[in-house]
């Protein structure tokens, strides 16, 4: 079932004052560590799980309030369909959604049946027997549209007995068009081209095409294809097992906790993500200690994304949409920070016992089909298009400009803020190289840092100036040159770079002691962090730039504070991606326990050291006291301009195509109103041309 993502969490946290803040998972945010002795020879049917480094974190936090269902809506039905069958005897076995419609399996002693439903008119449209060999009979929707039919898991026999039957069934008719039996213990998991079919120990590779067994691994549980090929294992935790699909081999664990399960995929941002519902850890009781919803994303392996804050209750997906059932009501909610999407609605008289009654979304609609009737419910669902998006809208008023990024001479974007540090955020493109702008106002705090490939655009999301002191900074993307934006999972990165349009870059710096770098292998989606190479002990160093012109090759300042107008700075240089750091300078004002080394004096100004390479080693370096220029990959710099010796130049964004080709934003702040100017050098920065300015109140 596709999964699509919702209102991005983070920004309404923050457009709601940065209360609460999407937590970061404890541990490493890194990789789900893989298990190398975990191979699937060793997997068995209940084995003890043993949690990844990167699985979710504990969950320590305060429990989300319960709805009240006296605060609640009560839930129109506006239609009620029987599925009892002629004799009024007939159970339904299973439900899903596919094709624009909603399919029932039923069965009655030694018969079963398939139902269509239409959504739209509240009628059956189809019922059509199913042969016998597939009594009871469990219905399963491929992620390519194909409709399956497996016998009930249980119904028939032990593995040794191929008495289980797995059918493919013509959507168009219901009819079977081609069936299959061999061992079935477990529920079947349809893909692209294969059918997963668990039969005790093992994992049965089936060709969609030719039904025809293709392999075979000793790997036993519930098999998914969210994300990636998995098999779920439940014992006093659940676990899942991300599985190779050519070899079996397991690549990954996640400890899933009490009651555990993967919910999904996720196909908004590709579909290398996916959804699970995590509960406590063994021995904890969800309904005390609560579950929360972790999204994890595939890169070379699987890595944890996000988290959410824990809660008490159930998590449905439907209609493209989380709900949230507890407590006898459902809510439509942020899967990151479960900020409600809508009113409370109370579950429909019938729907008691939720593990007999499935949430289902078709045609616009939303259903709830049960053991012997579905519902169709008149809930509104969250509109698509807001899934995943940052609303905005043409904006012809003023606003304040804090950084700007050109993928050329003509084409750039600006991003800042309708206030100076207040006030919604704005993004403006230009096609004329800077000279006129185009604006929208976006449902954001405002914004400050940009990076561009291409067509795609990272921006920093700020705090405001009265947001709460523990508000995290936060990045959105744009992918079609500044149009649409959409935000990241991940709170307390800044400073972002992008090298290419899927590696991207950033700082993170959510306290001084934990600060670093992160990288990105999907264009900003996701995120994994390291520790920072900046000096240790005092002053207290944190990253305040990160620059990678190549995969390999890049370069990050650090800021340690000082006072006087000026601060100590420090710089780093690696070729090998990050892996390791090489210290070209650490300038310190003359006190504390960090040495000073071969850098200038003159570097010392300023508060900030804002960061640009290129390739070849050629860099600049902003700092309070003007723009300075390296050619040898940081050792030695000189003074390129925007020094007007009182420090009274403030270098606010930088960006460098070329040796030649630069653009930067800077503000005046001598004038009696600060006068922001984009200025660009077309000749190494021996000349300057004023392209747009903007005057802006102290």
Known sequence: MALRRLVAGLVAAMLAG??????????????????????????????????????????????????????????????????????????????????????????????????????????????????????????????????????????TGGEATPNGTVARIDPASGAVVAQVQLPIQGEIAPSSGVVWVPAGSKLQRLD????????????????????????????????????????????????????????????????????????????GDPATTGSTLAEFGLENRMVLTGQSPPFRGDVRFAAGTFWLVVNGT??????????????????????????????????????????????????????????????????????????????????????????????????????????????????????????????????????????????????????????????????????????????????????ISSAGFASSRDGGSTWKRYPSPCPRGFPIFEPTGISFPTATDGWLSCDGGGAGGSSAKALYRTTDGGRTWKTLFVQSLGAGGVPSGPANDLLLGGDSALIDFLADGTGWISTGDGLFVTHDGGLAWSLVGFDDGAGGLQIDAMDFLSSNDGAVLATDLTASANQISLERTTDAGASWVILTSWTVGN
Not at 71 to 86: E, F, K, V
């Open 208 to 283: 969609a095409a030719t039904l025809k067994v293709t392999g075979s691994f000793p790997a036993a549980g519930q098999p998914a294809t969210q994300c990636a090929l998995s098999v779920t294992q439940s014992a006093a935790t659940s676990t899942a097992f991300y599985l190779d699909p050519d070899s079996g081999d397991v690549t990954a664990t996640i400890d899933l906790g009490v009651d555990g399960r993967l919910l999904g995929n996720d196909p908004v941002e590709g579909a290398d993500s996916c959804w699970a519902l995590v509960g406590p850890p063994a021995g």
């Open 330 to 511: 459902m809510t439509a909610i942020d899967p990151l920070t479960l900020a409600p999407l809508g009113p409370t609605w109370l579950l429909p008289p019938d729907v008691t016992d939720l593990s007999s009654w499935t949430l289902l979304g078709a045609g616009g609609t939303l259903w709830w089909v049960g053991s012997s009737e579905a519902l169709r419910v008149g809930i509104a669902i969250p509109p698509t298009e807001a899934v995943g998006r940052i609303a905005s809208r043409p904006w012809a008023g003023s606003f304040v400009p804090a950084a700007a990024a050109f993928s050329d001479l003509d084409h750039g974007i600006l991003v800042g803020a309708t206030g100076n540090g207040a006030g919604a955020g704005v993004v403006a493109t230009t096609s004329d190289g800077g000279h006129t702008w185009s604006a929208r106002l976006l449902d954001t705090p405002p914004l400050y840092g940009l990076s561009t490939h291409g067509s795609l655009a990272i921006a920093s999301v700020t705090c405001r100036i009265d947001a709460p002191a523990d508000c995290q900074t936060a990045l959105i993307r744009g992918v079609d040159g500044g149009a649409t934006w959409t935000a990241s999972k991940d709170t307390g990165l800044d400073h972002a770079e992008l090298t290419s349009s899927s590696l991207a870059w950033a700082t993170y710096n959510p306290t």
């Open 18 to 155: 940065c209360s609460p803040a999407v937590p970061t998972p404890a541990g490493p945010i890194a990789t789900v560590v893989l298990n190398p002795s975990l191979t699937p020879s060793t997997l068995a049917p209940t084995p003890t799980p043993v949690p990844s480094e990167g699985s979710p974190g504990p969950i320590l936090q305060t429990l989300i309030p319960t709805p009240d269902p006296t605060q609640s809506l009560p839930t129109p039905i506006t239609a009620t369909i029987d599925l009892t069958g002629p004799t009024a005897f007939r159970t339904v076995t299973s439900a899903v959604a596919l094709g624009g419609a909603i399919w029932v399996s039923q069965y009655q002693h030694v018969g079963a049946w398939l139902v269509r439903i239409d959504p739209v008119s509240g009628m059956i449209t189809l019922t059509r027997p199913l042969p016998s060999t597939i009594a009871p009979a469990e219905l399963a929707a491929g992620s390519d549209g194909s409709l399956w039919v497996a016998t009930v898991p249980g119904a």
